[in-house]
Structures are given as C-alpha cells and as structure tokens.
Nanobody, 115 residues
Framework: QVQLVESGGGLVQPGGSLRLSCAASRSIFSFNPMGWSRQAPGKQRELVARIISGGSTNYADSVKGRVTISRDNAKNTVYLQMNSLKPEDTAVYYC?????????WGQGTQVTVSS
C-alpha cells in the first residue's frame, strides 16, 4: 500500500502562485505516470498535468503555460508549480500515481483563488 500526501494548497489572490507537493510513502521510481487532477464544486474531476518517468509531461489546455509538473525520485515527491492563478483554478487538487495495475490517490489539498 502507498500513501500520497499532498501539501501546499491555500488561499491566493488572482495572479499569484502556489507550489503543491505530493510526498509518497515509498519510492516513486516505478510510478508511471504520476499526475495531478482537480475537482471544483459541482464539477467532475479533471486531469491537470502528468509526468512519466522519462520526464515527458502533459497538461490540460486550461493550464498550459501557467503550470509545471516535476518529479524528484530521490525525494519520492511530485510537484505542481502553478503561476498566474485564476479564480477558475479554485478546486481540490489530488495527486495520483499509477503503479500498473494499481492506482493511488492522495486525500487532496484545497486551492482557493480569490481576492
């Protein structure tokens, strides 16, 4: 069993930045891909970004150019750097890891973008 613990969420003004972290309870080397999804109130969960072990990344169109996902295998951690945040980025952000055929999710961290 693997635990994923997200941190770094909070309240930020529009245009601000946050860096989310997802710490795994064991090595993430075999996790492929790892990613971040988000769920806003009344909406379905959507993929924000994902990264594979080779470093390739994918981003949702809504966040391209504003968000960067990275992973540090030595620290068993995946990061999501979010810049130029907008009110529509408000959501609970979840970390996800695939260790085929298993899928793990964190408990989520709230991001609120508001003035």
């Amino acid at each position: 069993q693997v635990q994923l613990v997200e941190s770094g969420g909070g309240l930020v003004q529009p245009g601000g930045s946050l860096r989310l972290s997802c710490a795994a309870s064991r090595s993430i080397f075999s996790f492929n891909p790892m990613g971040w999804s988000r769920q806003a109130p009344g909406k379905q969960r959507e993929l924000v970004a994902r990264i594979i072990s080779g470093g390739s990344t994918n981003y949702a169109d809504s966040v391209k150019g504003r968000v960067t996902i990275s992973r540090d295998n030595a620290k068993n951690t995946v990061y999501l750097q979010m810049n130029s945040l907008k009110p529509e980025d408000t959501a609970v952000y979840y970390c996800n890891a695939i260790d085929y055929p298993l899928s793990y999710w964190g408990q989520g961290t709230q991001v609120t973008v508001s003035s």
